[in-house]
């Protein structure tokens, strides 16, 4: 255990936004005293506030994608919660709310999967999955993870349905 | 006036710049970070650029107009 003390003393240290306030670590042979004073250079976990970071970071990113989208795909934005993107020479995807797999191409229900290296809000990753896909498709195609319609979950499932509603929808109106 | 705006976890991280002798500084800090940005693969796209015209990837700083997103490198997810 004295071996492992100073791994624990550097754990201690570490910002860990995901431990407990006043999280308590047993070693057996530094006493309680000792204990007490490593403990308080635990940054205090304010989870209040690491959430109020995240829904301002989310806002934020939110506004700027709503000013860089365009009328059509901001209306179907705020509709659907959703938007279609055209790639040239690729056709057209609809980039969905989550953070995997959100990338739907309707003709051959595939869904990509493409994020950034670092953590961006939600909208940040849509904003910049449609720059990259109407602007430099390659690039996107080049790294995106596929998964074919075979292996697609309940939701897209579910979003695959309305598609075919609609296109039955749209082709009984044409035969009429 | 113009914009660059760097996605992170935040939301973004602006720098605003001009031409002016003023800003020299400014401008200077602003290309050195989307030169070392673009270096490590992220993408920059010319964005809201009025008329009408459409998003556009841009590589070169002095080309940077009003509006540009930075990128940070895309990986398969």
């Known amino acids: 255990m004295q071996a492992l003390e100073p791994l624990v003393r550097w754990w201690r240290g570490v910002w860990r936004p995901w431990s407990l ?32 970071l995240s829904r301002a970071s ?28 055209e790639a040239p020479g690729r056709g057209r995807f609809y980039i969905l709310p989550q953070t995997s797999f959100n990338v739907f191409h309707p003709q051959t229900g595939n869904l990509y999967c493409c994020n950034t290296e670092i953590f961006v809000p939600l909208s ?14 390659d690039r996107f195609f ?3 993870n596929c998964r074919p319609k ?4 309940p939701c897209e499932q579910q979003l695959r349905r309305a598609f075919d509603r609609e296109e039955e929808r749209l082709g009984r109106h044409r035969c009429v | 006036m113009k914009t660059l705006r760097i996605l992170d976890s935040s939301g973004d991280r602006v720098f605003s710049f001009d031409e002016s002798a003023a800003g020299l500084r400014a401008r200077g800090e602003a290309e050195a970070l989307f030169t070392r940005m673009l270096s490590h693969g992220a993408t920059a796209f010319k964005v809201n ?4 015209k459409p998003d556009e990837k841009v590589t070169d700083f002095s080309a ?13 997810g």
Request: hydrophobic share 45%; proline share 5%; net charge negative.
């Open chain 1, 124 to 137: 940040d990753l849509m904003l910049a999955q449609k720059l990259v896909l109407e602007n430099d498709p």
């Open chain 1, 150 to 153: 075979l292996f697609a979950g």
């Open chain 1, 21 to 52: 306030r006043g999280e308590r670590w047993p070693i057996a042979e530094g006493g309680a005293g000792e204990e007490a004073a490593a403990n308080a250079g635990l940054p205090p976990t304010d989870w209040a506030g690491v959430e109020a």
């Open chain 1, 58 to 85: 989310e806002a934020r990113a939110r506004n700027l994608l709503c000013r860089t989208l365009s009328a059509s795909q901001l209306q179907e934005l705020q509709t659907h919660g959703c938007f279609a993107v």
């Open chain 2, 64 to 76: 940077l107009e009003n509006e540009t997103i930075v990128v940070p490198r895309v990986v398969g």
């Open chain 1, 142 to 144: 080049a790294v995106a």
């Open chain 2, 49 to 52: 650029r009025g008329d009408g």
